[in-house]
């Protein structure tokens, strides 16, 4: 759904869309309620609303004859901090601030937050927090006293402000290419992944003489999203780059369709509102490796770092685990930056890291570290 179309739904007085594109803010008013909502056309993405405010006195209890209608219900008043209803909200003080995740945000009202609906939401009954709300309830929570959920949203609003006021990505592009190289020797090609769209991101490309490499530069700028809801501690997981080796075939068609999965894959969690880590599984497209290689694993850069170490000694005639002891990506707003190199791998190898063999494969593969390599096929090579 393009912007016209939520600008010309009934009652929106508010609208912004997220800094990627992908999902809208809304606020939508009549003469009796406003509501808080977040909007996409991405399958993955639920819609989400929040009350905000009653403009009347609501009813005792939750109206279901308006909830069947598709009408959005005002807030019983015994939970409504104010019983009588408040003023109609007037667009030109509304202002949103996103999470950086970007599928979260807070309505503010000049400085003041009226509602909040986090990454997450929509999760065993919660759909938001509402300054006005007193008492929780099945439509939104009471605006908690979080020092955590404060800092969040003010971090965010920072954030945000610098890339209105400053360039944040030329500083931490050019620390992640001074790390990669550190590893890789100087790139030799780099190309924009970005189609010209927020976030920038480019694709760094490294040759030695047995291997070459394919490194993302940027996808670490923002958070996955939803980490939150799998880990307690997301900040160690929630930013990421993508590698991959392969064998120095030389082909600048075969770099331009690896390019083109990494891109791709750099996209898919916020496409698909979920995150990718150590151990994860994904396809690779056939016309890559002829079929021969199906899927990739995706192995995070310490975890291949650890298994090198551990095998100190053993025989490497083509130098090809170097890299891994000499690499490691900076951190980023409090975060980890996770590199995770994507492995090939069978369809049965994929079935054993599915049922929870990622750590038997990759002692193999680094007892084998040819097996690190893509191997292209002939057609992709050409």
């Avoid at 056309?41 to 209890?61: H, Q, Y």
């Avoid at 020092?147 to 971090?155: G, K, S, T």
């Avoid at 890291?353 to 096929?377: Q, V």
Wanted: charged share 20%; proline share 7%; aromatic share 10%.
């Amino acid at each position: 759904m393009n912007d016209t179309s939520y600008t010309e739904m009934n009652h929106v007085i508010y609208h912004q869309t997220s800094p990627d594109g992908q999902i809208q803010a809304l606020v939508e008013q009549d003469d009796r309620v406003a509501y808080f909502y977040l909007a996409s056309d991405l399958k993955s993405f639920e819609t989400k609303a929040c009350w905000v405010r009653n403009l009347i006195a609501g009813p005792i209890t939750i109206d279901q004859r308006e909830m069947e209608q598709g009408i959005a219900p005002t807030l019983p008043r015994t939970v409504c901090q104010n019983q009588d209803g408040q003023s109609p909200l007037d667009s030109e003080h509304l202002s949103v601030v996103w999470f950086e995740e970007g599928n979260g945000a807070a309505l503010f009202e000049k400085q003041d937050v009226l509602a909040v609906i986090p990454p997450g939401s929509g999760v065993d009954g919660f759909h938001g927090f509402a300054r006005d709300c007193k008492t929780q309830n099945s439509i939104c929570w009471p605006m908690p006293d979080l020092q955590e959920l404060d800092e969040r949203i003010e971090n965010a609003k920072v954030w945000w402000q610098e890339w209105t006021t400053g360039n944040p990505w030329k500083t931490r592009q050019t620390a992640l290419l001074e790390r990669l190289e550190a590893g890789l020797g100087t790139h030799e090609k780099y190309f924009s992944i970005d189609g010209q769209k927020w976030p920038p991101k480019g694709l760094a490309f490294f040759q030695q003489s047995f291997w070459q490499a394919l490194v993302t530069v940027g996808v670490s700028l923002r958070p996955q999203p939803n980490v939150e809801l799998a880990s307690d501690s997301p900040n160690q997981f929630s930013r990421f780059e993508l590698g991959l080796l392969g064998a120095p075939v030389g082909s600048e068609r075969l770099i331009q369709a690896l390019g083109g999965w990494l891109s791709g894959m750099s996209n898919y969690p916020w496409h698909h509102q979920t995150w990718v880590a150590h151990g994860h599984t994904s396809s690779l497209p056939p016309d890559i490796t002829n079929g021969t290689f199906p899927f990739v694993l995706l192995a995070e850069h310490g975890e291949l770092l650890r298994r090198v170490s551990d095998r100190a000694g053993s025989e490497d005639p083509l130098n090809l685990l170097a890299p891994f002891e000499r690499l490691a990506l900076p951190p980023y707003r409090q975060c980890l930056t996770n590199l995770l190199w994507a492995i090939p791998i069978t369809s049965s190898e994929q079935q054993q890291a599915a049922a929870g063999g990622t750590d038997a494969l990759l002692d193999h593969f680094i007892e084998n570290p040819k097996r690190l390599l893509l191997s292209p096929s002939d057609n992709a090579a050409k």
